[in-house]
């Protein structure tokens, strides 16, 4: 039986589904969860251009006051059923750092958990999202010169997520450090990925931090495997790094995702009380 689920998306995300707080509450309660975080996509910082066609990789900045109010109120309406913390999925984004930092600072005071992921790379001094499609994933791969260059990207932005100074309420948890992987079957890597996330393990053990243990990998079609993969869940816990299930939903259908192949991987935590 799952206990936590530290990665849970909403209504309020723009590209996912309109599966309501309570359709999620009420599947967790009826799986007989402990506890779940809301962890929203934060709202862009309000220079930065989400380069995604439709604009809709996170929430609107007008709607964060609304999330967190519903959120307050379903958290005390269900705490003799489910512990509900009120989170979010923040994004590192290269050379915004201190609208990151300033924005954590606002919001940070009212948050139970939160998750620093990366999505976006800067390549060229222009940024792409990731894990939007194939299509621009193949675009990355061609301004990047190759695929192993745009993973040897991701990894070095996540390393600097870690090491970036974004105040007393950045996130300990890196989301999915391996989602470079998700085309992967389309994309397949001819070369070893574990030396490449060697150093962002020291690093999230160095500043005692905690990593998100991705379902949502296992679902995805040209994926088929978790976030991060099965060797270096492995080496996390061979390094005795602390790992928290997530499933990444974007409906309540999708709660559990992967967690019956994770949960023998690695031991998986709750989440801890945001900031630390």
Known sequence: MIEYDGHVHSPFCPHGTKDTFEDYIKQAVKLGWKGMTFTEHAPLPPSFDDPVPDKDSAMDLSDLNHYITELQNLKEKYKN??????????????????ETRLF?????PVLDDAILSVH???????????????????????????LEAVYDRYF???????????????????GHITLVRKFQKRF???????????????????HSMTLDVNGAGFIKPLCGESY????????AAEMKIPCV???????????GSGYVKLKDQVPLTPPAVYPE
């Open 81 to 98: 059923e489910l512990d509900i913390r009120i989170g979010l999925e923040v994004d590192y984004i290269e050379a915004y750092e201190e």
């Open 104 to 108: 954590l600072n606002e919001v940070g």
């Open 120 to 146: 976006f790379l800067k390549i060229n001094d222009r940024y792409t999202c990731l894990d939007y499609s194939p299509g621009m994933f193949n675009e990355a791969i061609t301004a990047s010169g190759s």
């Open 156 to 174: 070095s932005t996540v390393l600097s997520s870690i090491k970036a100074d974004l105040g007393s309420y950045k996130p300990n948890r890196i």
């Open 188 to 206: 397949p890597a001819s070369f070893p990925c574990l030396q490449k996330v060697l150093p962002i393990l020291t690093e999230v053990k160095k």
């Open 228 to 235: 991060p993969s099965s060797d270096v869940l492995r080496k």
């Open 245 to 255: 299930y997530g499933s990444d939903s974007h409906s309540y259908k999708q709660l």
